[in-house]
């Protein structure tokens, strides 16, 4: 708790020196992605149902998806967390963040419509 106000003190030397946290960012990026995937994937099968997909496919889409999704965001966010607090902080890590960022946010946008498209056109 005492790092914690330090860090936080108003004018203090530390925070004039902090850095961004990869660790922090990565959790976010991956709470915010898992989100905006599931409301993409509900409105995909419910968009499904609604064109005369009304057998059992949307629901194994969904069943697919988030068993394969979340493992998939465990891995990334744990890849960051498990980073030193140096290493949290080096800018030279920036490089990497924004690739893994890009990655995320691309599977989290384009794997719901794409499945969903799939299991379309295979069970329709």
């Known amino acids: 708790m005492v790092k914690a106000l330090e860090e ?3 004018g203090s030397v ?3 020196e902090r850095k961004r ?3 922090k960012s990565m959790s976010d990026h991956v709470a915010t992605a898992l989100l905006v995937y599931t409301g993409l994937q509900i409105f995909a099968t419910v968009h499904a149902m609604r064109e005369g997909m009304n057998n059992i496919a949307p629901y194994v889409i969904l069943v697919i998806l ?3 999704i979340i493992p998939f965001c465990h891995k990334y966010e744990r890849r960051w967390t498990s980073l030193s607090d140096e290493q949290a902080r080096n800018p030279e890590m920036g490089t990497a963040f924004k690739r893994d960022v890009i990655m995320l946010w691309a599977l989290a946008l384009i794997v719901p419509i794409a499945l969903t498209a799939f299991f379309k056109l295979v069970f329709s």
């Open 8 to 10: 936080n003190t108003v």
């Open 21 to 23: 946290d990869y660790r």
């Open 66 to 68: 988030v068993a394969g």
């Open 14 to 16: 530390h925070a004039k």
